[in-house]
C-alpha cells in the first residue's frame, strides 16, 4: 500500500475514476486541487522526469486543442512558465508517492510504479473519457 499524493482537477470524471482505482489497489490517496496549488517551476518540474516536453501538457486542455498553445514548440523553460500561469494546461493527474513524482495515468506504468493488482486491467483511464461531451466545467 502506498499514500498517494494525487493532484487533480476537481469535478473530472477521469480523475474521479483513477482515485478509485488506486483506492481499489489498496492505496491511501490524498486529493489535492491541482488548479489552487501555488506551482513554481520548481515545484512543477520534478512530476515529469525525463518525459519529453510535449508529453508534459493535457492535452484536451483548450489552449492546445485550439492551437494557441504548441507543446511542441515550446521549451523546458517556456511550457513550466505556461503551466504556471494557467494549470489547465498541466497533464494530469499529478502523483507523489514518498519522493518520487510522476504526470499522467498511464496504467502500465503507475502499476509498474507502485501496483494496481487486479484494478488496473481497467479500460483506459487517462485522458477525456467522453471525447464527444462537452468540455468539464471550469473552475
Known sequence: MADVVFYEKPGCGGNARQKVLLE?????????DLLSEPWTPETLRPFFGDRPVADWF??????VKSGEVVPEALDE???LAAMVERPLLIRRPLMQVGDRRDCGFETGRVDAWIGLGEAGTEGKMEGCLRPDMPPCPKP
Open 24 to 32: 481499489q489497489a489498496g492505496h491511501r490517496v490524498f486529493a489535492r
Open 58 to 63: 493535457n492535452r484536451a486542455a483548450s489552449a
Open 77 to 79: 523553460a517556456a511550457a
